[in-house]
C-alpha cells in the first residue's frame, strides 16, 4: 500500500480493517508506516487472496501493488 495526500488515517484504518480483518491498532501502524515511509506490507496470504485486499483498498483511491514477499 503506497501514502497518498488524498486519503485521511481514518479512511484508510476503516478499509485495511475490513479488508484484512486486522484489528485497529494493527490498521494504525500499518498505515502511520505506509505515511512515514512511503509504503507498507499490509497483508501476507495466497496471491487471490492478496489481490482481492488489493482491490478493496484501491476502491478507496489508496494504490497498492501486490507482489511476492521474496524471490525464489
Same mark, same amino acid.
Given at each position: 500500500?503506497?501514502?497518498?495526500?488524498?486519503?485521511?488515517?481514518?479512511?484508510?484504518?476503516?478499509?485495511?480493517?475490513?479488508?484484512?480483518?486486522?484489528?485497529? $491498532?494493527?490498521?494504525?501502524?500499518?498505515?502511520?508506516?505506509?505515511?512515514?515511509? @512511503?509504503? &507498507?506490507?499490509?497483508?501476507?496470504? =495466497?496471491? $487471490?487472496?492478496?489481490?482481492?485486499?488489493?482491490?478493496?483498498?484501491?476502491?478507496? @483511491?489508496? &494504490?497498492?501493488?501486490?507482489?511476492? =514477499?521474496?524471490?525464489?
Amino acid at each position: 500500500m503506497f501514502n497518498n495526500d488524498t486519503n485521511t488515517f481514518e479512511e484508510v484504518i476503516e478499509i485495511l480493517i475490513r479488508s484484512t480483518d486486522c484489528d485497529a $491498532q494493527e490498521a494504525f501502524m500499518e498505515t502511520w508506516e505506509a505515511d512515514a515511509f @512511503g509504503s &507498507a506490507h499490509v497483508h501476507f496470504a =495466497e496471491k $487471490q487472496r492478496c489481490v482481492s485486499v488489493a482491490e478493496m483498498i484501491e476502491s478507496i @483511491g489508496v &494504490a497498492t501493488e501486490v507482489k511476492k =514477499e521474496w524471490e525464489d
